[in-house]
């Protein structure tokens, strides 16, 4: 271990890159931050007690971009166990309200998994598509976003589905 740094600065792999992702043909790109990337890198299950993590994802939209700046939790009401994530719903639609005020708009979750590149759980999908249809507002599609434990990109998966399909989500180079 490198002297003067203690485990949770070694886990910690700071990110300085904004991510930018072509989403299906649309011209449109979705773009990470980089305080949304060292948000969830915080969380990821590197060590073997880590318990899964997550929380929502907000954006500005242009015709351009849909940019996500923000990453809010894991809340302490949050339910967590290694394999497994709920979410305190009534904080979550909190931070929608309060985000939105400031023109950050609700656009799709994030969690953890312990696997170094994550795929999404049956679970997973049935769930994001069912916010789909539950949502109100003017989107047809939300993001997923899943953090394994390798460096981001590499350990990282990123997908916009909607009420049935899903685009394909690509880095751009
Ligand atoms: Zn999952």
Redesign the pocket.
């Known amino acids: 271990m490198a002297e003067g740094r203690t485990l949770p600065d070694l886990q910690w792999k700071r990110y300085w890159r904004t991510l930018r992702f072509r989403i299906g043909n649309s011209g449109q790109r979705l773009v990470l931050t980089p305080t949304v990337l060292n948000h969830v890198a915080m969380y990821q299950q590197i060590e073997s007690f880590s318990a899964?993590a997550g929380g929502q994802l907000f954006a500005r939209f242009s015709d351009a971009e849909i940019r996500i700046e923000r990453a809010t939790g894991p809340r302490i009401s949050d339910r967590r166990s290694r394999y497994g994530?709920v979410p305190d719903r009534r904080r979550e639609q909190e931070e929608i309200d309060a985000l939105h005020g400031r023109g950050l708009h609700f656009i799709g979750d994030w969690?953890t998994?312990p696997e170094p590149h994550?795929r999404?759980?049956a679970?997973?999908i049935r769930s994001i598509r069912q916010a789909v249809r539950d949502s109100k507002h003017h989107l047809n599609g939300f993001i997923l976003l899943?953090a394994g434990t390798e460096r981001f990109p590499v350990g990282l998966f990123v997908s916009l589905y909607y009420g049935q399909g899903e685009a394909e989500i690509v880095l751009d180079s």
Request: aromatic letters at 10%.
């Open positions: 899964e994530y969690h998994h994550p999404p759980s679970s997973d899943i």
